[in-house]
Nanobody
Framework: QVELVESGGGLVQAGGSLRLSCAASGRTFSSSVMGWFRQAPGKAREFVAGIGRNGGVTYYTDSVKGRFTIVRDNAKATVSLQMNSLKPEDTAVYYC?????????????????WGQGTQVTVSS
């Protein structure tokens, strides 16, 4: 079993920055592909960013490319999402997820472990 706990969410003005963190416990962290997803009210859960097991490969959805950066620290068993130039459209609950597979996938069903979510609100 893998337990994931997100932190770092909050309220920020448009153009500002936030850094989300996800702490993992249980399964060996380095064996998991990690992803960040977000879900706004009334919308489906959306893939935001993913990172491979060794951190050498990353993938981002088009809407956040150039603004968000995903990084993992296997020694600390954490994965973070640095969010810059935030827009009101980024407002959502952000979830950390882990997959036991080897590929970074955008489908939420590929991730078997999820954190509780952290709220990110970007004001105009």
């Amino acid at each position: 079993q893998v337990e994931l706990v997100e932190s770092g969410g909050g309220l920020v003005q448009a153009g500002g920055s936030l850094r989300l963190s996800c702490a993992a416990s249980g399964r060996t962290f380095s064996s998991s592909v990690m992803g960040w997803f977000r879900q706004a009210p009334g919308k489906a859960r959306e893939f935001v960013a993913g990172i491979g097991r060794n951190g050498g490969v990353t993938y981002y959805t088009d809407s956040v490319k150039g603004r968000f950066t995903i990084v993992r620290d296997n020694a600390k068993a954490t994965v973070s999402l640095q969010m810059n130039s935030l827009k009101p459209e980024d407002t959502a609950v952000y979830y950390c997820a882990a997959s036991v597979g080897t590929l970074i996938l955008a489908n939420p069903s590929a991730y078997g472990y999820w954190g509780q979510g952290t709220q990110v609100t970007v004001s105009s």
